[in-house]
């Protein structure tokens, strides 16, 4: 694994902080909006991800981390806004056109051909093929040499992901760790500059996890920059160079990973009003089991039952629950005292 750069990272040109100018970014967003009716879930002012290193985004659910991955993928349309990938501005350029200039993505929920085989989805990742054009097509002498190059890069990289012996099976048929693989190894078909990865361990298994993180990290060390949006703080401090805090839809921190795991911020953005609380603190406690503050917005109140009374039922399943909290469920409990609590409430979800 890298170690965290210093607390007066070479990677900022100025003071760590929102929208904090970088010595050589390869991403820059100015005055990015997106709104929903009347929801502005992206609203922001600046940001610039630094050239060769990973970046994490991270925030509570809901702070548009997602929604500003669309956006800068051309996978959706701002309000307002402008960027620019390796100084090539990127308003109003549609997604496919991103990806060839070498900013790529993977997705929350991954996007696999389930009716084609692995081999052949990796194909499909690899740019400028001669015989996409539809009247070279029926002219094989002109892209079968082309053809056997891309097969074997595609064949390495499967090696390179573990997944070689799969090859020959439907992309479809994978379970959801090794259709991360399949799309990490497909986005690096094209040899990008820069690699998107969206929430990339979430639904992964213990194993796969860890092969997960040593290819994110193989991915700098052979010249990539990586910007990720994850929950699982361990993970981000211990791979990420430089986070980025999201909070209702605006860039809230910046800096090193010690820096923004003690920013005030921060703390104000997962904990909410328990801003006593040191961050590190909860999310090691949540780990062990031993903070009693789970989320209840699936409990359901039975008759004669308090609040407290539920919420008890669900701590006493929060050694269960632990990780999932860890990895971005806000601990937000519940007292007696907090407003729109009682017994008028009885039969409502609590969040």
């Known amino acids: 694994m890298t170690e965290n750069v210093s ?42 991800i630094p050239r060769g290193a990973i970046t994490a985004l991270i925030g509570p659910n809901g702070a548009g981390k997602t929604t500003l991955f669309n956006l800068l993928t051309g996978f959706d349309n701002p309000n307002n806004g402008d960027w620019a990938f390796d100084g090539t501005d990127l308003a109003g350029v549609p997604a496919h056109k991103v990806s060839r200039l070498g900013e790529v993505r993977t997705f929350q929920l991954t996007k696999v051909l389930g009716r084609m085989t692995v081999l052949e989805s990796m194909k499909l990742g690899a740019r400028q093929q001669r015989g996409e054009s539809f009247w070279a097509a029926f002219l094989p002498f002109l892209w079968s040499a082309q053809e056997k190059k891309i097969e074997k890069r595609a064949i390495g990289l499967l090696k390179r992901f573990g997944l070689y012996e799969k090859r020959n099976a439907y992309a479809g048929s994978m379970s959801g ?27 992964v298994n213990p194993a ?16 990539v920059t ?11 401090h211990t791979i990420a160079d430089w986070v980025i805090v999201m909070a209702e839809g605006r860039i809230v921190a910046e800096g090193t990973p010690d820096v923004v795991m003690d920013d005030p911020a921060v703390v104000d953005a997962y904990l909410g009003s328990n801003k006593d609380r ?12 031993r903070v009693k ?21 669900a701590v006493e399943g929060a050694e269960d629950l632990g990780e999932e909290l860890a990895e971005g469920q806000r601990p937000a409990p519940l007292s007696a005292t907090d407003p729109g609590v009682g017994p008028e409430d009885e039969g409502k979800d609590k969040a």
């Open 226 to 236: 990586v910007l990720f949006v994850e929950h699982d703080m361990h993970m981000v």
């Open 7 to 48: 607390t007066t990272s070479p990677l900022a040109a100025e003071a760590p902080g929102p929208g904090c100018r970088k010595s050589d970014p390869i991403l820059v967003a100015s005055d990015v909006t997106r709104e929903f009716g009347g929801l502005k879930a992206v609203d922001v002012d600046h940001v610039e």
């Open 293 to 313: 503050q789970v989320d209840v917005s699936d409990v359901r109140l039975e008759k004669d039952e308090s609040v407290i009374e539920a919420q008890q039922e």
């Open 278 to 289: 040191d961050l590190g603190e909860v999310i090691d406690g949540i780990r062990a089991g």
């Open 208 to 223: 796969l996890k860890q092969s997960l993180l040593g290819h994110i990290v193989g991915l700098k060390d052979g010249g």
């Open 177 to 203: 760790g090794q259709r991360k693989l399949l799309e990490m190894a497909r986005a690096l078909m094209c040899d990008p500059q820069l690699v998107m990865l969206d929430e990339p361990m979430a639904g």
